[in-house]
């Protein structure tokens, strides 16, 4: 129902898309948040896009390089990323919350119904 995409092998300072699309159902009214995991440590927030778009959410390793955003229909997510790293190596999830009412909560894994099966980003030095 969610699939990521976009993901590669991309040099240190290149910049990456991924794409994570709804299919089956709607989104639209869902908070959508993007997680990532590095082999061998657990999964963790990276960005989150409120509602209606309007807001948005960073953690502080995404903030000034990363660019969360959704399409007018709701049913699409992006994630733009700049000036990769190496410690940015990760799959990347996209997820889709119903329920979560404050931002606070966003960065919780917890709180996500939904999740597509990761694209995997590679950045190499």
């Known amino acids: 129902q969610l699939q990521a995409y976009g993901g590669g092998l991309v040099q240190a300072g290149d910049s990456l898309r991924l794409s994570c699309a709804a299919s089956?159902?709607?989104?639209?009214?869902?908070?959508m948040g993007w997680f990532r995991q590095a082999p061998g440590k657990e999964r963790e927030f990276v960005t989150a896009?409120?509602?209606?778009?309007?807001?948005?959410y960073y953690a502080e390793s995404a903030k000034g390089r990363f660019t969360i955003s959704r399409d007018n229909t709701g049913n699409t997510v992006y994630l733009q990323m700049n000036s990769l790293k190496p410690e940015d190596t990760a799959v990347y999830y996209c997820?889709?919350?119903?329920?979560?009412?404050?931002?606070?909560?966003?960065?919780?894994?917890?709180?996500?119904?939904?999740w597509g099966q990761g694209t995997l980003v590679t950045v190499s030095s």
């Open positions: 089956g159902r709607t989104f639209v009214g869902y908070v």
């Open positions: 997820a889709a919350a119903a329920g979560v009412s404050y931002p606070r909560d966003y960065r919780s894994t917890r709180v996500y119904d939904y």
């Open positions: 896009v409120g509602r209606s778009g309007g807001s948005t």
